[in-house]
């Protein structure tokens, strides 16, 4: 028996992955920058490799999902490694998403991330970070970012292979501790529109994508920039302009995709009538393919967010998190 277990945690990006230029090897347009977060977002996976397994099983939240259907795409990862390791037995694979209940959403990046760790130590391999994330991004890009701990660029490389399609960390979790993200729950459904779906008709259809792209390259130098100077202001402005800019592009879009709503609208007033009110940029807002707010501040107004997010009707659940460490192998 060959078995490992790893937790690893979503990341909560302030420059955005969405739209691949190769959808079978997942290389995405532009590099893309975000924080991995704590164990309040954490998924737990447990990888056994054993010749008493009839057939390859994979069980999520306590339930055996169907892997010829929807996960099939993000347990390819444990294929390569399989091969890799040159053994060919049957997989268990047994997943949790610790999230708190009712957090709407369930991360593809945690879960692909914590897979590709545990299968890679179950199976003996020694690999590197960069090997971790490439492998990774082939199962769901955003996990690629989600092997490393701290703050993340995705590289989008320039090769046609993807050899040069990987993350890297660009500063560790300690670096600003002070660093808050507070989760605006809005929404508990499921988005009727798939990242994968939906990031495919953006690039197709979007004439504002393009202008995205351009517009990220300037973005991406000075938001690293703002996060290693520790810069909040300049931080929170780029990422609340940077999010406006996927949701514009993804409302751009034929036909319209909308993932913000009446609550997410309301969240985003709040953080522009707090910034206004104090005279400086405490928080800045941040939304993925989902309704649900992000908000990076830091500890010294972590509690005045929470006050005026218990106001908002729309909102559901309130939930904090510090910047995380990264994968971290469970001993047996
Ligand atoms: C991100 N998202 O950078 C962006 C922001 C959603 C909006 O990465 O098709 O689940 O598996 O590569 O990684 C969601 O996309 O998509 C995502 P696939 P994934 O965090």
């Avoid at 990220?216 to 202001?233: H, N, R, S, T």
Wanted: hydrophobic letters at 40%; glycine letters at 6%.
């Amino acid at each position: 028996m060959y078995i490992a277990t790893y937790t690893a945690s979503a990341n909560i990006a302030v420059v955005k992955y969405w739209g691949k230029r190769n959808e079978e090897l997942i290389l995405p347009y532009n590099n893309s920058l975000s924080f991995t977060m704590d164990d309040n977002l954490q998924t737990i996976t447990t990888v056994m490799f054993s010749e008493k397994f009839s057939q390859d099983e994979l069980w999520l939240n306590g339930k055996k999902m169907d892997l010829q259907k929807g996960k099939k795409s993000h347990v390819l990862p444990v294929d390569l490694l399989r091969k890799k390791a040159d053994i060919d037995l049957p997989v268990r694979i047994v997943s949790k998403n610790c999230f708190p209940t009712g957090a709407g959403f369930a991360s593809s990046a945690s879960g692909v991330a914590a897979l590709v760790c545990a299968t890679s130590k179950a199976l003996n391999l020694t690999l590197s970070g960069k090997e971790l994330s490439m492998l990774a991004r082939q199962g769901s890009g955003s996990a690629s970012r989600s092997v490393y701990g701290g703050f993340v660029e995705w590289l989008k490389g320039d090769l046609e292979d993807g050899t040069d399609s990987f993350a890297q960390q660009i500063a560790p979790h300690d670096h600003w501790p002070e660093l808050r993200n507070v989760i605006a729950v809005v929404e508990t459904e499921e988005k009727k529109v798939s990242s994968r779906h939906g990031m495919k008709t953006t690039t197709l259809t979007s004439a504002l994508y393009e202008k995205r792209l351009q517009y990220l390259e300037g973005v991406i130098p000075k938001m690293k920039e703002a996060v290693l100077q520790k810069d909040f202001a300049t931080f929170a402005e780029l990422t609340m302009r940077e999010s406006n800019s996927m949701h514009a592009s993804m409302l751009d879009t034929w036909p319209p995709i909308m993932y913000l709503s009446d609550g997410s609208r309301e969240v985003i007033y709040m953080v522009e009538d707090l910034n206004a009110e104090l005279g400086k940029t405490v928080a800045g807002y941040t939304f993925d393919a989902g309704p649900n707010a992000h908000i990076y501040t830091t500890e010294e107004y972590e509690s005045v967010i929470k006050e005026r997010l218990e106001k908002i009707a729309h909102v559901k659940n309130i939930e904090v998190c510090k910047v995380g460490q990264g994968p971290q192998q469970i001993s047996d």
